[in-house]
């Protein structure tokens, strides 16, 4: 798998998830409001951030390998 088709995964994961928070909290209700921010906070905040964190990764391993791939040393 080549870099970009793993950023574009990554940026795909992040907005699944960014979309399933909305849509639950959306259809919660009065009576299921703090379970599902419980929830969400327990659940999927965490799984964001950890993607969030491998995207943040991926550019910056992507960017260096372009710096030295760009270096005129080795063209």
């Known amino acids: 798998?080549?870099?970009d088709s793993r950023i574009q995964i990554l940026?795909?994961?992040?907005?699944?998830?960014?979309?399933?928070i909305a849509v639950t909290r959306s259809n919660a209700t009065l009576a299921t409001q703090s379970t599902v921010e419980m929830a969400i906070e327990?659940?999927?905040?965490?799984?964001?951030?950890?993607?969030e964190a491998e995207l943040a990764e991926a550019k910056e391993k992507l960017d260096n390998m372009d710096k030295l791939?760009?270096?005129?040393?080795f063209n």
């Open 1 to 3: 798998m080549n870099k």
């Open 11 to 20: 940026e795909s994961r992040i907005d699944s998830i960014q979309n399933a």
């Open 42 to 51: 327990t659940l999927a905040l965490p799984e964001l951030a950890k993607v």
């Open 69 to 73: 791939l760009n270096n005129p040393i």
